[in-house]
C-alpha cells in the first residue's frame, strides 16, 4: 500500500473530525498501528482538531448548566398521583400533527344513563302522583263534607225561620187576643153548661159596632168522633151561623175570631157534624149565655 497516498487521502482529518463509520475508524486505527507515519499524521490531525475547537470555543452563559440540568430533572420526574388525576379528568389538546398527516382525536364517550338515578326520578313521579291522588281525594271530601254541611245549616235555618215565623204569628194572635179583652168596645158574655154538660164553661167577646165576635173556651167536653163545636148568635130569637170551632179552640188553647154578627141577643153551642150545620141540634147544646 503507498502509505503516502493514504496520508494524502484525507481519511485521517475524517477520522479526526468523526465523520467515519466505525468500520473506517477502525481500519485507520489498524493502519495506524502497522505504520508510524500514519500514526503520526494522525495524531497531528487530531491536535489540529482540537487546537480549532478551542481557538473557537463558546463560553456559555451563567447558569446555563444549572437550568439544563434543571430541566432534564423535571423531564425525568415522575409524575404526581394529583397530577396523574388532574391529567386525566382534564383533556389535554392532542399533539400536533405534521403537515398533511391525518389527525385522529380520541371522542369522549357518550354520558351514560345512569340506571340508579333513573329509578329515583321514576319513584319521586310515583310518589308525587300518589300524593295528588290523595290531596284530589281529601279535597273532594272536604268538599262534600262543606256542601252537607251547607245544606245542613240551610235546613236549620229554614226551620228557625219557619219557627220563628210560627211564634211571631202565635205573638200577634196573644197580642190581638190581649187587645180583645182589654178592650172596652168589647162585650164579655159567659157561656154557661146545659144540663147535658153542667161543668161546660165559655165566653164570647162580641163587638156590636165592628160585629167581631172572639170567643173563648174555658171547659168543654170532646166532642165525639166527626164531630164539632159550632156557634150560634141568637137574634131575636133566630139562630144565626157564627162558625165552627177549631180543635185548639175548643179544648182551650186559644181565643178564635168567629163570623161577624150584625146583631144578638144571645150565643150557644151546639155539636154538629164536621164543618157545621145550617141549623142548629138543640138536643146537643153545651152551653148557652145572654147579652
Known amino acids: ?18 465523520l467515519l ?10 493502519m495506524a498501528g502497522l505504520h508510524p507515519q500514519v500514526r503520526q499524521e494522525l495524531d497531528e490531525a487530531l491536535r489540529g482538531v482540537e487546537a ?7 463560553t456559555p452563559p451563567a447558569g446555563m448548566r444549572e437550568r439544563v440540568l434543571s430541566g432534564w430533572q423535571q423531564a425525568i420526574r415522575p409524575e404526581t398521583p394529583a397530577l396523574a388525576m388532574t391529567a386525566s379528568a382534564t383533556p389535554q389538546p392532542a399533539p400536533s400533527a405534521a403537515a398533511g398527516e ?9 354520558a351514560e344513563v345512569q340506571p340508579s338515578r333513573s329509578r329515583w326520578l321514576m319513584a319521586a313521579s310515583v310518589a308525587l302522583l300518589m300524593l295528588s291522588g290523595l290531596g284530589n281525594v281529601l279535597l ?9 254541611n251547607l245544606l245542613a245549616a240551610r235546613n236549620e235555618q229554614a226551620r228557625f225561620a219557619a219557627t220563628q215565623q210560627a211564634v211571631e204569628r202565635r205573638l200577634d194572635a196573644r197580642t190581638q187576643e190581649l187587645n180583645v179583652l182589654r178592650s172596652e168596645q168589647f162585650r164579655a158574655v ?45 137574634d131575636n130569637g133566630k139562630p144565626v151561623d157564627a162558625g165552627v170551632l177549631t180543635a185548639a179552640t175548643a179544648v ?9 154578627i150584625a146583631s144578638a141577643q144571645a150565643f150557644a153551642m151546639t155539636v154538629e157534624d164536621e164543618g ?16
Open 252 to 260: 182551650g188553647d186559644s181565643i178564635q175570631q168567629m163570623k161577624d
Open 102 to 110: 391525518a389527525v385522529v382525536r380520541q371522542m369522549p364517550p357518550p
Open 1 to 18: 500500500m503507498d502509505i503516502q497516498h493514504y496520508i494524502e487521502s484525507g481519511i485521517l482529518e475524517e477520522y479526526a473530525l468523526g
Open 21 to 30: 463509520s466505525e468500520a473506517e475508524r477502525a481500519d485507520v486505527e489498524r
Open 276 to 291: 157545621g150545620s145550617a141549623a142548629p141540634t138543640l138536643s146537643t147544646m153545651t152551653v148557652i149565655g145572654n147579652l
Open 140 to 148: 273532594y271530601n272536604r268538599l262534600q263534607e262543606s256542601e252537607a
Open 52 to 58: 480549532y475547537a478551542q481557538a473557537h470555543a463558546v
Open 190 to 234: 159567659q157561656l154557661k153548661g146545659t144540663p147535658k154538660a153542667p161543668q161546660a164553661l165559655a165566653r164570647v167577646y162580641y163587638n156590636p159596632g165592628t160585629r167581631a165576635v172572639y170567643v173563648d173556651v174555658r171547659r168543654l167536653p170532646a166532642p165525639p168522633a166527626g164531630k164539632q163545636y159550632q156557634l150560634w148568635a141568637l
